[in-house]
C-alpha cells in the first residue's frame, strides 16, 4: 500500500494560484508510425515508467498550502509554501511535462514540431527517438550505447522504471516477430464485454446492418444516459486498434446528449461483433516501403437528421495502416463531388502532418504521396479549377489540395468503388466486402485458431512475443500485408541487444506450458 500526499486542487484559483493547465501527450497516430518504422527498421523498443512523475515539476508561482495531518513542524499558524508541484495540482502535469522536455533538449534531443511529445536524438549513424504519454515513455533506436546513454540520464534526473521490451503501452498489446509487429486492445475489448455483461453473449459478423440508419429520434429516451455514454468513450478508445468499428461508434457518439432504447440497442449490436473476434488488430509489416498512400471517400447527406455528409479515410505507410478517420462533415455538401472533394482535403492535411512528422523522425520521402479517390469529378476539380459554378461557395482552405498537387507533394488517382478501402469507414457494407477491405487493410487476429497463434516470452537480445502462424485459409483477398501474417512467424531479435529480466525464448510443439489459441476464442 502506497500514501501519497495531495493538494486540494480544486481550492485553486484561475490567474492568481495557476495561469495554463494545457500539457501535450502523445498522439496514437505518432505511436503507429513510430511502431511501423521500427518494424521496417529493426529499432529495437523500450518501455519505461517515471516514479511520482508530477512531484519532479517546479512551481512558476507561489502556492501556499495547510500543513498536512501528523507534520507538527513549525508553530501551529504556519503554512507550508511549495518550492515543488504536487499531485492535485491544476498546473501538476504542465510543470512535468516542461522539466521533462526542457531536461530532454538539454541532453542533446530535439523536440518535433509535428508531436511535441516526440523527441529524436541523431548522433552519427546513432539514432534515438523518444515518445512520452504524461508518465509512460517509449524509446526507440539502433544504438545500444546511445540507448543506454540515454537510461543513464534519466536514471540520474528522474527515478524511472525499465519495464524491458514494449509489450503493452496505454492498453496496447504489443506483440513482435520477423514478420512485424501485431498491436490489438484484447484484454481492454474483454473488459469492456465483461463490463457490459455481453461476454458470453452471440457473436456475430458485423457491427451494423447495411442500410442501417439512426436518427435522434428512434427510441424510447435513457432514463439514465451515463451508461450509454460510458460504453461509447470505451468503444472509442478501442478504435485506436479497430478500424473496423470507426464507423458505427462515430454514428453513436452523435447522440451522447439523449440517448434512446435504439441508440443502446445498436451499441450492444457493436459488443457482440468484437465479441466475434475481441484480439483482432493491426499487422505493420516489416517488409514495407517508406511511401505514403491514402485512400479517401465519402457518403453523400448520409445524416437523415442533418442532411450531412461523412468523410473517411485511411493512410499507410507502405503496407501499415497507420491513421483513418471516420467524422460528419461540418457543412451540407450540395453534390457528390463536393463531399469527395472535402474528403479529399481533410485526407490532404492528414498527409501533409505526416510528412512533417516523418522529417522529424530522418526519414526521407522525396516521392509525392499517393491519393486514391473513386470519384472523377472530385479528382477533376482537385487537378483544375474547373466546375465554378459546383465550387465557388467552396472555403478557400479546402483548395488547399490543388497547391500540394502542383508542388508535387501529392499524386491522385482514381480507384474503382470495389477497391475503396475507405468504404468502411463511410457506410455499413456487406460481410464480404468488409471482410475483404479489413484483409487488405492488414488487420488480423493472431489469437484465431485458423493462424495458430502462440505467444511466449522473448529472448535478452530485445524481440517481442512470438507469434507462430499456420499458413491455412482466411480469405480468398490476401495482400502482402496478410500473407506476412499467415506465414510461419518466427521470433528473432532485434538489431539491438537488451537486457529484458533475464526472460528466455522457449520454442517447442507439444502443448504442454504453451497458450494455445483455442484458448483465446470465445466463440
Known sequence: MK??????????????????????????????VLLSIAAIKGWCLLQFDVNNAFLHGDLKEEIYMCKPPGYSVGGANQVCKLLKSLYGLKQASRQWY??????L???????????????????????????????????????????????????????????????YFLGLEVARSSKGIHLCQRKYALDILADSGTLASKPLKLPLE?????????????????????????????????????????????????????????AYRVLRYIKSAPGQGILLPSSSQIQLKAFCDSDWASCPDTRRSVTGYCIFLGDSLISWKSKKQSVVSRSSAEAEYRSMASTCSELTWLRYLLQD????????????????????????PVFHER???????????????????????????????ADIFTKALPSSILHQHLSNMGIVN??????????????????????????????????????????????????????????????????????????????
Open 446 to 523: 493472431i489469437y484465431s485458431p485458423s493462424y495458430g497463434g502462440i505467444l511466449e516470452t522473448t529472448s535478452e537480445e530485445c524481440p517481442a512475443a512470438s507469434i507462430n502462424t499456420t499458413n491455412k485459409e482466411h480469405g480468398q483477398h490476401h495482400t502482402s500485408r496478410v500473407t506476412a501474417a499467415t506465414n510461419i512467424i518466427n521470433s528473432v531479435p532485434c538489431s539491438v541487444p537488451c537486457s529484458v529480466n533475464q526472460a528466455t525464448i522457449k520454442q517447442t510443439t507439444s502443448s504442454t506450458n504453451v497458450l494455445q489459441p483455442n484458448e483465446f476464442c470465445l466463440d
Open 361 to 384: 523522425l530522418c526519414l526521407s520521402h522525396p516521392q509525392a504521396a499517393q491519393l486514391y479517390c473513386d470519384n472523377q469529378a472530385a479528382l477533376h476539380i482537385a487537378a483544375n
Open 98 to 103: 516542461s522539466k521533462f522536455s526542457l531536461s
Open 210 to 266: 447495411q442500410n442501417f440508419k439512426l436518427t435522434k429520434t428512434s427510441g424510447a429516451p435513457l432514463s439514465d444516459p451515463s451508461s450509454y455514454r460510458r460504453l461509447i468513450g470505451r468503444l472509442l478508445y478501442l478504435t485506436i486498434t479497430r478500424p473496423d468499428i470507426s464507423y458505427p461508434v462515430q454514428i453513436l457518439s452523435q447522440y451522447m446528449d439523449t440517448p434512446t432504447s435504439i441508440h443502446l440497442a445498436t
Open 105 to 167: 533538449i538539454a541532453f542533446g534531443f530535439t523536440q518535433s514540431k509535428a508531436d511535441y511529445s516526440l523527441f529524436t536524438k541523431v548522433d552519427n549513424s546513432s539514432f534515438t527517438a523518444l515518445l512520452v504519454y504524461v508518465d509512460d515513455i517509449i524509446v526507440a533506436g539502433n544504438c545500444s550505447s546511445s540507448i543506454a546513454s540515454l537510461k543513464s540520464f534519466l536514471h540520474k534526473h528522474f527515478k524511472i522504471k525499465e519495464l524491458g521490451c514494449l509489450r
Open 391 to 421: 465550387t465557388k461557395h467552396i472555403e478557400l482552405d479546402c483548395h488547399l489540395i490543388r497547391d500540394k498537387i502542383q508542388a508535387g507533394l501529392i499524386t491522385t488517382a482514381h480507384v474503382a468503388s470495389h477497391r475503396q478501402l
Open 3 to 32: 500514501a501519497r500526499l495531495v493538494a486540494k486542487g480544486f481550492t485553486q484559483k484561475a490567474g492568481i494560484d495557476y495561469t495554463e493547465t494545457f500539457s501535450p501527450v502523445a498522439k496514437l497516430v505518432t505511436v503507429r
